[in-house]
């Protein structure tokens, strides 16, 4: 990608975020770096190219945040811990992406939908295996293993509604919260008590 | 309020809720009813006095639906367990609204965002008072209140983003599971087996 369609991504995000995906136009976000309409054409041919290219960034991103805090070879509740506080944190470092690529799915076209939710599902997945690794070595006493995935996953998307608050405003002290939170909402008979906390 | 106004809130509410707030406009609002454009005027001087009347009246309804919820004399598991059951319903039961009150709220004028911002402090204040009272009493164990009757809300606001889903498209199914949840997220030490589904 040139550095020309970055600055345009980037710019993007910004419009869609603070204006909404429906009100924001092209001219808009051309308007923001000073360029004439016409020079976002050449890189994306129209709006929804470019939610598109930011969608499939933005999960790809959050994904990959989350594989990278899944440590091999530890406990279920370890993992559990360090993917939901990467989670977390992702939502809140990275909060006007956030908005963007969670809540304008619907104005996607069916093909890029569709591709969009294929990376939200892996992303679901790691939080769904962890938990089912947990409840299979009995370290874990989740209810409702689909119900408590997406109750884990709410709670990261919806860091992006409304962080940074009065009480919080640091990435990592809610993150730390959250990951306590899971660990209770998947009935952990052991706390991660070793678990540093991240830098 | 008149019979015509009531038509023009609910109708602004469907528009505002598959359009966005920003990209909406009162003509799109009385077209979806075959009025004319200056129809809106006489009872809402502004597209914002309309999203005011709609989230005075959502966020009133919420408050309404969680206090109706927790019943007097119980203890707090069983008051959680219902309030959160009522909140989780209320967003899905009403999820257009539930989406525009809960999203747009940036878009108030400050000193209706204000009052908004009041009538939610006291939504949240229900889940953390039946929190606190459970703590105070050794009923739950919970870590971090503030944290906690932040993702109860979260939950629940999050739901009228997704709401219907493929697994979940019943209020009553997902409200049951989401009020076990929450007894695990305050370390409630004795489960409300006692209370009755709701119907």
Same mark, same amino acid.
């Given at each position: ?14 419009? /869609? ?10 001219r #808009? !976000?051309?308007?923001?770096l ?19 290219a !930011? ?22 509740s370890v ?10 944190k992702?939502h &809140? ?6 908005r963007? $690529?969670?809540y304008e799915?619907r104005s ?17 997945? $790691?939080?769904e295996?962890i938990?089912?690794d947990?409840?299979t070595?009995?370290e /874990?006493?989740? !209810?409702?293993i689909?119900?408590t995935?997406l109750a !884990?996953?709410?709670?990261?998307i919806? $860091? ?7 009480t919080y405003?640091?990435p990592?002290?809610?993150a730390? &919260? ?7 909402? $998947?009935?952990a ?7 540093p #906390?991240?830098?």
């Amino acid at each position: 990608m040139s550095k020309a369609a970055a600055r345009i991504r980037t710019a993007a995000i910004s419009v /869609f975020a603070v204006k909404g995906y429906a009100a924001a136009s092209t001219r #808009d !976000i051309a308007a923001s770096l000073s360029l004439s309409p016409g020079a976002v054409y050449p890189h994306y041919k129209s709006k929804e190219s470019l939610l598109f290219a !930011i969608s499939l960034e933005g999960h790809t991103s959050a994904l990959a945040a989350v594989k990278q805090a899944d440590p091999a070879g530890e406990s279920p509740s370890v993992r559990l811990t360090s993917t939901v506080r990467a989670y977390v944190k992702w939502h &809140a470092q990275n909060r006007d992406l956030a908005r963007v $690529v969670q809540y304008e799915l619907r104005s996607l076209a069916p093909d890029h939908f569709e591709a969009i939710a294929a990376l939200r599902r892996s992303t679901s997945r $790691v939080f769904e295996q962890i938990i089912t690794d947990g409840n299979t070595s009995n370290e /874990f006493n989740t !209810i409702d293993i689909g119900a408590t995935t997406l109750a !884990i996953t709410s709670l990261g998307i919806d $860091v992006s509604r409304w962080f940074p608050s009065q009480t919080y405003s640091d990435p990592d002290t809610l993150a730390h &919260a959250y990951g306590e939170l899971s660990q209770r909402m $998947v009935g952990a008979r052991r706390r991660p008590d070793s678990l540093p #906390d991240p830098t």
